[in-house]
């Protein structure tokens, strides 16, 4: 089962990693998403969090994502985390809306 916040900014997503950390998930666990690439990039870096990657999502996918508009790939990423497609549509659109999603997965 996942953990999925949804948040306004980095301080907040700060807070909601730190809460997830202190529920016993490791920062290997955690996820950030965020629609503008740019933002994104900064909000991984500066809070020390995990990119869906190929470890995530397989080689196939991590390569097709190279492919796909934003949107999609992004909705890729969140149904490899184990979200259906509804979910990750519906999640999407709080990323378009300039939310930033945190999500929790514990590893089998």
């Given at each position: ?10 301080v907040?997503?700060?807070r ?38 190929v ?54």
């Amino acid at each position: 089962m996942n953990t999925i916040k949804v948040v306004e900014n980095g301080v907040q997503a700060k807070r909601e990693i730190d809460e997830l950390i202190m529920q016993g998930y490791s920062k290997d666990e955690i996820y950030l998403l965020a629609h503008d690439k740019t933002r994104f990039q900064d909000l991984t870096d500066s809070l020390d969090i995990n990119e869906i990657g190929v470890k995530e999502q397989g080689v196939i996918e991590s390569f097709a994502n190279v492919f796909r508009k934003r949107g999609d790939e992004l909705r890729a990423k969140l149904e490899s985390l184990g979200m259906s497609p509804l979910e990750a549509e519906r999640y999407e659109e709080d990323l378009d809306r300039g939310k930033v999603i945190v999500v929790a997965a514990k590893s089998a």
